[in-house]
DNA sequence: CGAGAAGGTTGTATTGGACAACTATCTGGG
DNA sequence: CCCAGATAGTTGTCCAATACAACCTTCTCG
C-alpha cells in the first residue's frame, strides 16, 4: 500500500534541495555561457528528438506553446536553431538545431558535467548508476501519476 | 576518481526531469490553495528549524536577502509569519511562523504528500527510505561544492 | 464547401529572482 | 569615546519565465 507520509515528506525535501540546486547549478553556468537557461533545456531536447514542431516540445516540456514559441524565435534570432514550413501541414513550423546550436548545447554541458562531476568525486561510477536508476524509475512514477489523471479526470 | 561524464550527463537529465515535474507539482496544488508557492518552502524552513534570521533564510535558501525579505512582509501580512526585533543585535529581525502559518503549511504538504504518495503507492516503504537516503547523500554533495568554493575562490 | 478543430504567434499579467542604493545598527582600532 | 568600516534588512528597478486569452491561418470532415 505504498510508502508511508513521512517518507513522502521527505522525498518532497529532497525535491525541494534539488531544485534550488539546479537553479544555482543554472545561474552559475549562465554567468559564463551567452544562453539563457530556459533555451538550453529547448535546444537539449532538439539534440535528443531532432526535428520537431513547436507543439511536442511545449508537450515535453510541460509549457504552454506560447512560452516555446518565444524562446524559439530568440534561438532563431541567435542563430541557434532554424525553421522550415511543414510539408504535409501548413499550419506546423519543423524546428532544427543548427551546427553551431549543437556547439553552444555542448558547452553549456560540458560546464554543467564538470560541475556535477566534481561534486560527485567521492562517488563510484556504481554508485551513480545506481542512483540514475532509481532516480529514473521515481521520475518515471510521478509522471505517470502527473500527467495521467488530467486526461482520466 | 569519481564517476564518467557520461553518468553525470544522466545525472543532469534526472534534475531536469525533476525540476520539471516539481515545477507540475507546485503548480498543481497552488491552484487549491491559496498561499504562493515560493513563500511555502520559507514556511517549511521556518517550521524546521524555529525562529530565523532573514539573512538566514537567504543563505539557505539560496537566494537574495531581498527575496526574502519581500516574502516574510506578504506573509506577514497574511498573519502566517510574526517578526520580533532581536535583543542582542537591533539590526536584524526574528521571524517565527504563526500557529495559523503552520495550519497552512500542513494543508500545502497534505496535497502535496497525496500526490506523491499516489505515485509512489508501487514503493515499498524501504525502497523510499533508500532512494531518500541517497538522494540526500547526493544533494548534500552538490551543495558543498557549489557553496564552499565560492569563499575558497 | 463550410464549420469547427488545431498549430502558432502576440499581447498582457504575474511570479520569482538579482543587483544596487540606502538606512540603521554594530564593532573594533585609535 | 568615537568614528570608519562591516553587516542586516528594505526598497527601487530590471529581467526571465511562464500562463492565459485573443487572434490568424490552415486543416479536416460531414
Known sequence: MGPTRESCVDVLRGLHAVFQLKHVITTRVWEERDLHPAAVG???????????????LAQVHLVDPSVVSRQVAQLEKAGLVER??????????LITATSRGLETLDGWREAQVTLVQEALADWTEEDVHEFVRQFGLFTDDLRAHLLVPEAVR
Open 42 to 56: 529547448l535546444l537539449a531536447e532538439l539534440a535528443r528528438r531532432g526535428e520537431s514542431r513547436v507543439s511536442e
Open 84 to 93: 522550415r514550413a511543414c510539408r504535409s501541414d501548413g499550419r506546423a513550423q
